[in-house]
């Protein structure tokens, strides 16, 4: 256990290092929160609910949806890619180097976003439940952990850092847009609330809005095992993708 | 002249060496296209409204907005996630309350529809199927650029750029092979599928096959005009694809492809016009060329300017070293 925790600080401190993902992850879900809450304030009366409390939540799952470009930075961008074969042939588990990466990704980011919902809460007086803020915050960590996976699993499916973080991006961002983070989407009819449906992103958005707003935990479950359902599979998907001789 | 030509035919020898990425990104290309236009051909903009009451209430068709019947409140989160705009419960006898988290504005406009049905209601024309379809198609197509002039950045990487660059052609030859080659592949999947949408699966696409080449022409122009800059100023490919889809989203979002942001603030709402997205949905949603003759001409003059400030610093930094 010792020996993957330094693994997993290695690879920590190599995101750290990074300026780019470092503000990536906290830098612009803060902005984009600030400014489209301030514009979107418009369409909101002061009735105690306004747009910083809905961008509050919709930016931080989006951003979420963006752990994946994160971790797939940190599995295989070129400066790092030729470390792995170190590792790869130290006598540990092969499995613990991607493992390490799905690990020390969430760690980060899941500090990244508890520190973000913290300055959230106080500066902007984002609801995220009150009493139940714990199932928020589980929801918003497994999630995390799924995207971390999913970036991992796409780095080892295209074998390059490069193509996997422009399809992760691009599929990011059309997934955020259609599954209404940042404008609600059910109001364009049944047709478009269904594929919207079709997201996880859209999954934990609604399971969150639930606990804030309804004090319902009806899709609290589900929604967290799906999650981590879906992370189990990005994993044996990594493993059954991960060739040692992708690296040399 | 044949350095451009050798950069954009040597572009598409190299997509063709690793098809499965690019085969992937043209299919998301594809079906953001079909997505945008299955959505945009709806255009329904009225407020959605959950009644809670009887089938036979007074108030079960409300001019201008689509009333749900529902048997008891709705919970707040519908709201909170656009299902309904506002909540009426009928009271009987003529009464009734009206709930929303939206502004006042919205409250005071479904009470008068209410209480005087005959008087037409929130009547906003909203914008047709095919300036629908482009607004969703903006972010879409400007992403794709990012992807799509990636080459860019590995060549930055690999030196390949040092050495085209000291050829005679120089690095403005090789930045427009590198905006051609994407241009050429976006625009062409982008209106294949659009005559798909429209012969197809006779979709209601709005504009005529002419004007969506001419709207999808100035639209990819702009993104890879944007994409190629960004790649110039970024360092790394990573870091230019953060950063590009980072400023690509936000600004489309605030431009408002999506979603009306009026605000009264004035000083906001010019900051606002200098995005060319704002121009670009002025363009499309306008009903006279000549009156969007200014539009037109900035969506034009911006992406010359990009290429023109990509080569201009891709030039220093090549000299200098970066």
């Given amino acids: ?248 | 002249m044949s350095g451009f030509l050798a950069v954009f035919k040597n572009n598409f020898r190299r997509y063709r060496a690793m098809p499965g990425p690019v085969v992937l990104m043209l299919g998301f290309l594809a079906a953001s296209v079909a997505l945008a236009a299955f959505f945009g051909a709806n255009t329904s903009s009225k407020g959605n409204v959950a009644l809670v009451g009887e089938t036979d209430s007074l108030m079960a068709n409300i001019p201008g907005y689509n009333v749900t019947l529902v048997n008891e409140e709705p919970p707040v989160s519908d709201m909170m996630l656009g299902r309904y705009d506002a909540v009426v419960v009928d009271g009987g006898d003529g009464r009734f309350s009206v709930r929303t988290l939206k502004s006042r504005d919205l409250e005071e406009e479904l009470r008068r529809a209410i209480e005087n049905p005959t008087v037409a209601g929130k009547e906003s024309e909203g914008r047709g199927a095919g300036a629908n379809i482009l607004g969703y198609l903006i972010l879409v197509i400007l992403l794709q650029g990012i992807t799509f002039t990636g080459l860019y950045s590995e060549d930055r990487g690999s030196g390949a750029l040092k050495r085209v660059a000291s050829t005679p052609s120089g690095a403005g030859g090789y930045l427009l092979a590198q905006g051609a080659s994407g241009f050429v592949l976006i625009f062409s999947s982008a209106f294949l599928v659009i005559c798909a949408a429209k012969f197809l699966f006779r979709l209601d696409v709005g504009f005529s096959l002419a004007e969506y080449a001419g709207y999808l022409t100035l639209l990819t122009l702009g993104s890879v005009a944007f994409s190629l800059f960004v790649a110039t100023i970024a360092g790394k490919p990573d870091d230019a694809s953060a950063m590009g889809s980072s400023v690509a989203l936000l600004t489309t979002i605030l431009a408002g492809s999506y979603h009306d942001f009026s605000s009264s603030r004035p000083v906001l709402d010019a900051l606002l016009k200098v995005l060319p997205q704002k121009s670009f949905l002025n363009l499309v949603e306008g009903a006279n060329l000549l009156h969007t003759l200014p539009e037109l001409i900035y969506l034009l003059a911006a992406p010359v300017l990009l290429i023109a400030l990509s080569a201009f610093f891709a030039d220093r930094k090549l000299k200098t070293g970066a």
Wanted: aromatic share 12%; glycine share 8%.
């Fill in chain 1, 1 to 248: 256990m010792l020996r993957f925790m330094t693994l997993v600080k290695r690879d920590i401190g190599n995101l750290l290092s990074s300026p780019v993902l470092f503000l990536y992850n906290t830098l612009l879900p803060i902005l984009m929160t600030l400014i489209l809450g301030f514009l979107g304030n418009g369409d909101y009366s002061g009735s105690g609910v306004n747009a910083y409390d809905y961008y509050g939540i919709s930016i931080m799952v989006f951003m979420l949806l963006n752990v994946s470009v994160t971790a797939a930075n940190t599995f295989m961008e070129h400066t790092l890619k030729k470390a792995n074969l170190r590792v790869i042939h130290a006598p540990i588990p092969r499995s613990w180097t991607y493992l390490s990466k799905i690990a020390s990704t969430s760690l980060f980011t899941g500090t990244c976003f508890l520190l973000m919902m913290a300055l959230n809460a106080f500066a902007l007086g984002v609801d995220y439940g009150g009493r139940m803020v714990g199932y928020v915050i589980a929801l918003m960590l497994a999630f995390n952990l799924m995207s971390a996976a999913l970036g991992v699993l796409f780095c080892c499916i295209f074998k390059s850092e490069e193509v996997a973080n422009k399809i992760l991006s691009f599929i990011t961002a059309v997934m955020a847009i259609f599954g209404g983070m940042f404008f609600q989407l059910d109001g364009f009819g049944p047709a478009a609330a269904l594929i919207s449906r079709l997201s996880p992103a859209r999954w934990v958005l609604d399971g969150m809005f639930h606990i804030v707003y309804d004090g319902s935990l009806s899709d609290f479950l589900p929604a967290l095992l799906s999650l981590l359902g879906l992370t189990a599979l990005c994993v044996l998907g990594s493993k059954r993708f991960f060739r040692t001789e992708d690296y040399v």
